[in-house]
């Protein structure tokens, strides 16, 4: 079975670009999170998307958006670059299991993002 | 009150010896502690999980302690060998039906951990 699957591997940015990264969960699983992994700062909450709908946001600026598609594959926009930008994007996914309310996410390998 | 604390921000420990990382959080909401490994290049994964109702949980060598009147839990890597060389990730959740709050781990800042052969 697939894992969880990002791309590009590498983007390099300058400063006010726009970067897109994409994510294609597990088969199956419904719900998708957004996560930077900046260096010295561990893993700081983005986005979660469930079924399609955006369900909780993490403390970063508007513009940084994403999308949920009916494949359940997700998209991750980052709009005027920002050099503090530049960090390991990863997502993962999630199945729920019966009434289980905490679910054990499955990360990718990340989409390393580089803004000049 | 979203935050988990980790320490210490790394750790070199002797083949065989115990690894011992500490996390430490404040809101009472968290209710599931899972701590996830990442080997370099590669995304985080679980490791071993712990609910507030127990106070330890052993899977082979990795062992969660749990102190719920401290908000307070570690994980202790028994024998530790130059494999378990990696990033280690104590986490907390929010039941996910609580949609503007849970859902989403939590994560500390990290643990590197190198195992001298």
């Known amino acids: 079975e697939a894992g969880v699957t ?39 909450f983005l986005l979660w998307y469930d079924e399609g709908e955006e369900r909780n946001r993490g403390n970063f600026p508007p513009r ?4 949920q598609f009916p494949n359940y594959s997700s ?15 990863l997502c993962a996914s999630s199945l729920v299991r019966g009434t289980a309310v905490h679910r054990e996410l499955f990360f990718g390998e990340g989409s390393r993002l580089t803004v000049l | 009150q979203q935050q988990v604390k980790q320490s210490p921000q790394s750790l070199i420990v002797q083949k065989g010896g115990i690894s011992i990382i500490n996390c430490a ?19 985080p994964a679980l490791l071993i999980a712990i609910r507030p109702d127990v106070s330890e949980k052993k899977e082979g060598r990795f062992t969660i302690s749990f102190n719920k009147s401290a908000k307070q839990f570690s994980l202790h890597i028994m024998d530790s ?9 104590c986490a907390a959740s929010i039941p996910s ?15 590197e951990l190198s195992v001298k052969p």
Request: with cysteine.
């Open chain 1, 75 to 89: 998209e991750l926009n980052v709009n005027a670059l920002e050099l503090e930008d530049s960090a390991l994007y």
């Open chain 2, 25 to 43: 959080y404040e809101n009472t909401a968290f209710d599931y502690f899972p701590w996830y490994q990442q080997f370099p290049g590669k995304g």
């Open chain 1, 64 to 67: 940084f958006s994403g999308r």
């Open chain 1, 6 to 44: 990002q791309s590009p591997t590498h983007l390099i940015k300058t400063r006010g670009q726009q970067a897109t990264l994409r994510c294609s969960p597990i088969s199956g699983h419904t719900s998708v999170y957004w996560y930077q992994q900046a260096l010295g700062l561990g893993l700081q």
């Open chain 2, 81 to 89: 060998q130059p494999g378990d060389s990696a990033t280690y990730f």
């Open chain 2, 97 to 111: 039906p609580i949609y503007n709050q849970g859902g989403k781990l939590i994560f500390g800042q990290g643990t």
